[in-house]
């Protein structure tokens, strides 16, 4: 029993982890860098890892150090992370399938469900002969430790890593570029992501880059619903 | 520090109840023993991709396109991602390739 267990896990982790090296690259070193920005304004390594276990708010994060180094304010902190991280509604909107009856796992899925991990999730299929539950739950959970793990070497040891990593969280942007490719790939997905791009570069020319998400998630609403009656495909057998 | 510990405390809960309700929001909305609405099935279809291209341009939201070198690292490494995934068809190998352009991009061409 114990060895299928553990043989299971394996099979589980094979196809699990290979999937999460791209995130590990680029939570590792934003982490550190989100580390060493903390230990900066007096933030030790316990703070900054409370926070990524506790929040997990990634770029979130980055904005909470300004809330951090002036007068106390939940209340802003609240609606501000609201503000930045409303995309994940849509993330949920998305996984509202994938994600039913998983049991116990669930709630964590839910809880640490961030935009890497929701691509990945929301693209890939696990292989034959690994659970979905199984498969979700441990890149679900690798994504989660890389970037607590990141956060930690940047607050203990930060100001000794000598090597230039520069560019090296670029590694975030070419797995989104590659998933949007692997979504490419059915024919009946590539209008909702070309509509994907034209509202994000909208939101970014009109609004800038620091407001560029809300109103583009807004427009990117707007046009699925205005054109559903061209992009839904009823009858077409499940897009599982 | 500037906050006082439990101050600080009081921070990263308020950061973790709003990131929270973000993710908890549409599940609890539509609970998995009811069937959602058809209309939200169908934007569980097609929001992946469009969140996919969405977020490729919420990563380079910050480069300064009217100032040299015009987002050029950027451009030219999504660029190597997208002939080398087609090509190879490696997750693995287009995000380490095109990562590896650019930073060798940014650290010694457009420095």
């Known amino acids: 029993m114990e060895e299928t267990k553990q043989h299971r896990r394996r099979a589980v982790l094979r196809a699990a982890f290979p999937a999460t090296v791209p995130v590990m690259t680029g939570f590792l070193c934003l982490g550190v860098a989100y580390g060493m920005l903390m230990q900066a304004e007096g933030y030790g390594p316990v703070w900054s890892v409370l926070m990524s276990a506790i929040a997990f708010g990634g770029s979130m994060q980055f ?3 300004t809330l951090l180094t002036a007068a106390f304010d939940p209340i802003q902190a609240f609606l501000l992370s ?7 509604m849509f993330y949920g909107l998305s996984l509202l399938d994938k994600y039913k009856g998983l049991g116990k796992v669930r709630p964590f899925l839910i809880y640490v469900l961030c935009d890497e ?19 979700y739950f441990y890149i679900s959970l690798l994504d989660y430790l890389y970037w607590i793990a990141g ?6 040891v930060g100001n000794l890593i000598t090597f230039d990593t520069t560019g090296m969280d670029f590694a975030l942007t070419a797995l989104f570029v590659v998933l949007f490719l692997e979504q490419w790939k ?13 509202c994000a570069v909208v939101g970014l020319v009109v609004f800038g880059p620091d407001n560029m998400v809300i109103p583009a998630m807004v427009l990117v609403l707007a046009v699925l619903l205005g054109g559903r009656r061209h992009l839904d495909r009823r009858g077409e057998e499940g897009a599982l | 520090m500037t906050l006082t510990p439990l101050q600080t405390l009081g921070i990263i809960l308020a950061v973790a109840a709003g990131t929270q309700l973000t993710r908890w929001l549409p599940f609890w909305l539509f609970p998995e023993k009811k069937a959602p609405p058809a209309v939200v099935t169908y934007l569980g279809k097609v929001l992946p991709p469009a969140m996919m291209g969405l977020l490729v341009v919420y990563c380079i939201r910050n480069v300064s396109w009217l100032a040299v070198p ?22 693995l190998l287009s995000i380490a ?6 930073m060798l991009l940014v650290q010694a061409v457009f420095v």
Do not use: C, Q
């Open chain 1, 63 to 65: 904005v909470a150090i």
């Open chain 1, 82 to 88: 609201v503000m930045v991280n409303a995309r994940h």
């Open chain 1, 117 to 135: 991990t929701f691509s990945l999730v929301s693209t890939l299929e696990p292989p034959d002969g690994v659970a979905r539950k199984d498969f």
């Open chain 1, 151 to 156: 956060t930690a070497l940047g607050g203990l």
């Open chain 1, 186 to 198: 059915r024919p009946e997905n590539r209008p909702a992501g070309l509509i994907g791009i034209a």
């Open chain 2, 70 to 91: 015009h987002g050029a690292p950027e451009l030219l490494s999504i660029a190597a991602v997208v002939l080398l995934h087609t090509w190879k068809h490696n997750v």
């Open chain 2, 97 to 102: 390739g095109g990562t590896a352009l650019y």
